[in-house]
T-cell receptor, first 115, second 114 residues
Framework: AQKITQTQPGMFVQEKEAVTLDCTYD???????LFWYKQPSSGEMIFLIY??????QNATEGRYSLNFQKARKSANLVISASQLGDSAMYFC????????????FGTGTSLTVIP | NAGVTQTPKFRVLKTGQSMTLLCAQD?????MYWYRQDPGMGLRLIHY???????AKGEVPDGYNVSRLKKQNFLLGLESAAPSQTSVYFC?????????????FGPGTRLTVT
């Protein structure tokens, strides 16, 4: 079974609008961490935001927020006030405590911001 | 402070040839990882290391070997390259303590096997 599922291969958003990128995860661990990375066309992987399984508040980092719904095992990334520079691939990832050294990545969502 | 560097950036191999990819980090990170990225597949873990002298298999280890003789370096070897190993290879490293434990990635190596 897939540990991380991203069901949106491609998304479009109008500049200055908000967009939500979906991520669901599968784990039986109580302790785990969820990550979002951005990969622009230049290819590098850029860390955006982290949510720990015990964190009660949703994580926020500037225009990025993580909508964490533990019971539904979802960790959606919300980008507010989209900018042209947000056009990129976005990957959701998980680190489980019982396999604490390994990270599992989803297949990614390609986001295009339209001027 | 260079972060995570990878050598080479591009390489073309013929089937059956061997090569070594070098990953170096200057952040004193304990953990290091090798991933491959294929279209539509996301990143898949090949091998990883939790410290100098240790290595472990990830999700897709077949056809690859690794070594971590020095803390700052993590080498990925292909003994007999196959076209199925055409991919972009990423190295990453991270600390063992202090959330969020995010990985720092190198710029990637684009490998083509013909």
């Amino acid at each position: 079974a897939q540990k991380i599922t991203q069901t949106q291969p491609g998304m479009f958003v109008q500049e200055k609008e908000a967009v939500t990128l979906d991520c669901t995860y599968d784990t039986s661990d109580q302790s785990y961490g969820l990550f979002w990375y951005k990969q622009p066309s230049s290819g590098e992987m850029i860390f955006l935001i982290y949510q720990g399984s015990y964190d009660e508040q949703n994580a926020t980092e500037g225009r990025y927020s993580l909508n964490f719904q533990k019971a539904r095992k979802s960790a959606n990334l919300v980008i507010s006030a989209s900018q042209l520079g947000d056009s990129a691939m976005y990957f959701c990832a998980m680190r489980e405590a019982n396999t604490g050294n390994q990270f599992y990545f989803g297949t990614g969502t390609s986001l295009t911001v339209i001027p | 402070n260079a972060g995570v560097t990878q050598t080479p950036k591009f390489r073309v191999l013929k089937t059956g040839q061997s090569m070594t990819l070098l990953c170096a980090q200057d952040m004193n990170h304990e953990y290091m990882y090798w991933y491959r990225q294929d279209p539509g597949m996301g990143l898949r873990l090949i091998h990883y290391s939790v410290g100098e002298g240790t290595t472990a298999k990830g999700e897709v280890p077949d056809g690859y070997n690794v070594s971590r003789l020095k803390k700052q370096n993590f080498l990925l070897g292909l003994e007999s390259a196959a076209p199925s190993q055409t991919s972009v290879y990423f190295c990453a490293s991270r600390l063992t303590s202090g959330t969020p434990y995010e990985q720092y990635f190198g710029p990637g190596t684009r490998l083509t096997v013909t």
